[in-house]
């Protein structure tokens, strides 16, 4: 029978002292649970969730085999998904049948990134496909251990552009401040695989305030990116704490959240939150998904509830081979994002952090998704395709090539279809345009 791990006592932290995993600390966890309210779908003025259901079929059956005892009540709380999270070989093979490839790896004593799955999450996994997306995305498999040679631990060298430990100022305008190293759920191909869930980027108070107090002495900084590990892993509290340091900074006009909480851990937005978020505008959230099986009735009444609350969303989506890599499936993606008001924003190319071949594909097969997008699905639902440039060259957008050529004066385009358009460039920069003779 599972059973509702105790949070333990809180204790007040100012401290750099590192914790272990999964946290206990007070930083993550607030007294007494917050549980996710059970919305009545018919009234709430939410994004519509599919089929106007509280969790998909699968959900219910996983919840029903393994979690009998479990109430909804406890179900429905973000810290008891947290406290009972999978990240032990024993317990994840009771859940899966795990193929040989993902017991080899799970077995390695010297994984460079942790096992760690929310109970909602391992309900929308395959118990039998190993080759699943979702499933994928989170059980590690041999090919981690694999480094090619233009592989690197930080390809994008964000280590040599932190000028103080955790906050990296790449972009003149804005800086990423890499608040904790913990997540709900480990992705295999997370950039930040050589400190994430390491236990080394602790959320205390002075380690935050000596990478606010370098935002403050910098004013070009306007913009700043709180990232990780996952922000909306900590208590109310602590964000409120951090969010609120920030807005004191006259500089400083907007506070974006990096979350991959609403597709793993849909629990953890609550009213609380939001009501609590909503004191820090402006604030944007970039949203994690990766595929469309993410679509969920939690995962639609959790982005609703943060859109209702003020709040931009933008998707970050990674292509990985063999997961999102056909454009049917990013195009089911792209719709359910927007159906649930988050904004596809940016489509990765996937780094190349150590142990990621098997997840990369060619750039081809990007600009290909891109063109195969364009013109059969609202511009809105079009994300920007980028390569984030190895050795810290920042997000550099790829386009496929519309253009054909000139004749005549004219430029020759391509459109979505393929057929070839001519407009007329005859403009000149002084805005007279070309005589007619």
Not at 286 to 309: I, N, Q
Not at 343 to 366: A, V, W
């Amino acid at each position: 029978m599972q059973t509702l791990m105790q949070i333990e006592p809180s204790v007040e932290d100012q401290s750099d002292e590192k914790v272990e995993e999964p946290p206990s600390s007070a930083l993550y966890s607030v007294p007494a649970p917050a549980i996710v309210s059970i919305i009545n779908l018919d009234t709430a003025p939410t994004a519509r969730a599919p089929r106007q259901t509280r969790s998909t079929a699968k959900t219910r059956d996983f919840r029903k085999r393994f979690y009998p005892d479990i109430s909804d009540k406890q179900w429905n709380d973000w810290q008891w998904q947290i406290g009972n999270r999978i990240n032990k070989l024993p317990h994840l093979e009771t859940l899966i049948t795990l193929s040989e490839d993902e017991r080899i790896a799970l077995s390695q004593p010297e994984n460079k990134l942790p096992l760690g799955i929310t109970p909602y999450y391992a309900s929308l996994i395959s118990r039998q496909d190993a080759l699943q997306p979702l499933r994928r995305t989170v059980i590690p498999t041999t090919g981690e251990f694999l480094r090619m040679p233009c592989e690197a631990d930080d390809p994008l060298h964000e280590e040599a552009q932190s000028p103080v430990p955790g906050l990296v100022h790449r972009y003149p305008d804005r800086a990423l401040l890499l608040v904790l190293d913990f997540c709900s759920t480990y992705c295999r191909y997370c950039t930040r695989s050589r400190v994430v869930g390491k236990r080394s980027i602790f959320p205390s108070k002075k380690r935050l305030e000596r990478a606010i107090d370098y935002i403050a002495a910098t004013p070009a900084i306007h913009d700043v990116i709180l990232s990780g590990g996952d922000p909306l892993t900590l208590n109310d509290d602590r964000l409120d704490w951090l969010l609120t340091r920030l807005r004191r900074i006259p500089h400083l006009d907007i506070i974006r959240i990096g979350t991959k909480v609403p597709a793993v851990l849909p629990q953890r937005i609550t009213p609380k939150l939001t009501r609590m978020l909503k004191k820090h505008h402006p604030l944007w959230m970039s949203l994690h998904f990766t595929h469309p099986d993410e679509g969920t009735p939690e995962t639609y009444r959790a982005c609703g509830m943060l859109a209702d609350a003020g709040i931009p969303l933008g998707s970050q989506t990674v292509l990985l081979k063999g997961i999102n890599d056909q454009v049917d499936t990013m195009r089911e993606l792209v719709y359910h994002l927007l159906k649930m008001r988050v904004r596809p924003y940016y489509l990765y190319q996937c780094d190349p952090i150590t142990g990621s071949g098997h997840f990369r594909t060619p750039i081809q097969k990007g600009l290909d998704i891109i063109r195969g997008l364009r013109g059969f699905i609202s511009g809105y639902a079009v994300p920007t395709y980028v390569v984030d440039a190895p050795g810290g060259g920042g997000k550099i957008p790829l386009l496929p090539e519309y253009r054909v050529g000139r004749a005549e004066g004219n430029l020759l385009l391509s459109n979505y279809e393929n057929r070839v358009f001519r407009y007329p460039d005859t403009a000149t920069e002084d805005g007279l345009g070309e005589h007619v003779h």
